[in-house]
């Protein structure tokens, strides 16, 4: 069973491109009553954003000049950032295996810091900006 996985998840990689954002990301902590506030902005935004609501809290993934725009609109906030975003420029089914197992220990080895997203058809990742170049030479390792 291992080699056949093994062999998929090779299969995966083979069709990764990876690609990392231009702009800058930000993650940002915001009561649930100021998400609400930037509802009807949220399709304005430019670029990648994603919305996580838990409890009385809500955190938002947002570039930074998507954040510009919206920040006025809140009251308190923690923020945190620069991020660069992570795209492997493919459709990974639902029942992939593997695929950030692999992805994440190769980026732990090099001590860098993710937060990892999944989509309902993509995986993403957040690196610090400052990592980004580091995090780009340690995917090319990727198997394929």
Known sequence: MKSLC???LRK?????KI????ENFLL???NREDCGLIGKELSRFQHFSSITLEGKESTLIVSEEDWSRVSPL???FKLQGPFKLIDFGLELDLNTV????????I????????????TYKRDYLLVKAPDADQAMKALQSLPN
Do not use: D, N, W
């Not at 995966?12 to 990764?16: A, D, G, H, L, N």
């Not at 690609?19 to 231009?22: A, C, D, V, Y």
């Not at 593997?98 to 220990?105: K, M, P, S, Y």
């Open 107 to 118: 980026l732990a080895e090099e001590g860098i810091s993710i937060l990892a997203l999944s």
């Open 12 to 16: 995966i990689f083979s069709r990764v």
């Open 98 to 105: 593997g695929f950030l197992a692999e992805v994440t220990r």
């Open 74 to 76: 809140v009251g308190a």
């Open 6 to 8: 093994h062999k998929e």
């Open 19 to 22: 690609s990392i954002s231009e």
């Open 28 to 30: 940002v902590s915001l």
